[in-house]
């Protein structure tokens, strides 16, 4: 059990300096594009840092055990787990993450139109894939159109980011890098191919990290006789996608809290729509009560940040309160 606390813990240095890396080079890949902080956030920083950890359930599907039914376990559990550990977890760890320094009646203003856009397109997309879980498996027609319903929605949100990206760096809404590029101190230009260069560094670096903090999950989990659908709802998910969220508390930690935001809504919507698309079609995709349970949670906990996001922004306590449903989720799934 030492072997993999240490492991865990030399996986967490690798990946904090791994998120300096990305999030220095996204800002000037944004600043250089003369894009909003939106799309860079919501579908640059989101779709990068989720996209390594979508592999999970896939590889899981398609190259798992030779044990089918803990594959579609584990499938199931990944692609269910990633969205409520993102909506709870994740925006609890950012609130205490400045607590102390904005106090609990502060402000989180991420820039809204954006955030409620990311949280109106999650919201139609888990609750059409909940429902689809009620779709008899053997109508292969319509669970087939409730997929294609998920993919075309994801088209048509990475549409609407970019159509007001403009827009938004008009009103002052542009990413922005406050600070010099890391690989520019080592005397490379600043150019698109050091930023290009940097930005594969730092995702592989964080590949590395989230790939060994992993396998010190697994391997704690194993010892602790943990269920395959228990391990995929809860620890898989934070193995794979909390370390990468790094960059979003280096990022509200800095003031720039659209893209805080919007690299954990923007992965909201990515493995939202994409991941239940494939699942729908692969898995028996069945309401089982463990798995209701987490859909409702984090249904919940995404409508309570839309009823939050005023045009002032969120208290920082609402934040509190989605990391007390994931206390809620995990009390009632341990005991059952």
Request: charged share 15%; aromatic share 8%; proline share 4%.
């Amino acid at each position: 059990m030492t072997g993999f606390i240490l492991e865990l813990a030399a996986m967490l240095l690798v990946i904090l300096a791994a998120s300096e890396l990305f999030t220095n080079a996204l800002e000037h890949l944004g600043e250089k594009l003369k894009i909003s902080e939106g799309v860079t956030g919501s579908l640059f920083a989101a779709v990068g840092t989720a996209l390594p950890e979508t592999m999970v359930p896939l590889l899981a599907l398609f190259a798992g055990t030779s044990n089918m039914k803990v594959n579609e376990e584990i499938g199931v559990g990944a692609i269910l787990g990633a969205p409520l550990m993102l909506s709870t977890l994740s925006t609890c760890l950012m609130a205490m993450s400045i607590w102390k320094r904005r106090g609990a009646t502060g402000i989180v203003a991420p820039e809204r139109s954006g955030f409620v856009r990311d949280l109106h397109f999650f919201l139609f997309a888990f609750a059409l894939a909940a429902a689809a879980m009620y779709v008899p498996q053997e109508d292969r027609y319509l669970r087939g159109t409730l997929s294609l319903a998920l993919l075309l929605t994801y088209f048509i949100y990475i549409m609407l980011t970019l159509r007001a990206s403009a827009q938004l760096v008009d009103e002052g809404h542009g990413t922005e890098a406050n600070d010099k590029m890391f690989f520019s101190r080592i005397g490379l230009p600043t150019n698109f191919l050091t930023i290009l260069i940097q930005l594969g560094a730092g995702l592989g670096l964080l590949i590395f990290g989230a790939k060994g903090f992993i396998n010190g999950v697994e391997g704690l989990a194993h010892i602790l006789g943990v269920s395959a659908l228990l391990l995929s709802l809860l620890i898989i998910p934070i193995a794979t996608e909390l370390p990468e969220k790094v960059n979003s508390i280096l990022w509200i930690r800095r003031g720039k809290d659209t893209l805080a935001f919007g690299n954990i809504t923007g992965a909201m919507v990515f493995q939202g729509t994409l991941l239940p698309a494939i699942g729908i079609m692969l898995t028996p995709w069945q309401p089982r009560i463990e798995v209701l349970g987490g859909v409702a949670i984090t249904l919940l906990a995404a409508a309570w940040l839309r009823l939050n996001a005023r045009n002032n922004g969120l208290p920082v306590w609402t934040l509190f309160v989605n990391g007390a449903l994931y206390v809620t989720y995990l009390t009632i799934t341990l005991k059952g």
